[in-house]
């Protein structure tokens, strides 16, 4: 379970019932003990809203019942991390080095190596963001209100 609660909406792509319609036709809140509060909009061609609580069965339980086999789906509309800083100050740092070695040697440095060693300086620091942005894309994909 979440520390805090996450709001979500429902974005409903097919109306499998015929009552609801399309698009996002509802909002909620799954709270920090499991409980999790559905609020169907006022809109067409339902226009009669209403609420709907599940008891410890979080968003797992709006799913199971609204979800139609994935003709909707859960949209998180809290992050539930701060994205991560990428970590630009040490890969600058070597590269500092990096330069400073060839310029000490008295040699130039190939364009397409510098090109090829700064795409891996990038990706290493980008590396924490991007294994946050992939658990918050598992996450959502399993369902998980992580």
């Known amino acids: 379970m979440s520390a805090e ?3 979500f909406r429902l974005h409903r792509v097919e109306d ?3 009552v609801s319609g399309t698009g996002v036709v509802a909002e909620g809140v799954v709270f920090s003990d499991g409980w999790a509060v559905l609020h169907w909009l006022d809109r067409e061609p ?3 809203p209403t ?3 599940w008891l410890n069965k979080g968003h797992e339980g709006v799913v199971k019942v609204h979800g139609h086999g994935g003709a909707t789906r859960i949209e998180w509309l809290d992050i539930p991390n701060p994205i991560p800083a990428a970590d630009y100050d040490s890969v ?3 590269l500092r080095g990096y330069v400073e070695h060839a310029v000490d040697d008295g040699g130039m440095i190939a364009p397409e190596l510098l ?3 700064l795409d891996e300086l990038k990706r290493r620091a980008l590396t924490p963001a991007r294994q946050w942005m992939t658990d918050i894309m598992s996450a959502g994909e399993s369902g998980e209100a992580s």
């Open 92 to 94: 600058c740092a070597e």
């Open 16 to 18: 499998v019932s015929g």
């Open 46 to 48: 339902m226009n009669e």
């Open 115 to 117: 090109l090829d060693y």
């Open 5 to 7: 609660p996450r709001r």
């Open 51 to 53: 609420i709907v609580t």
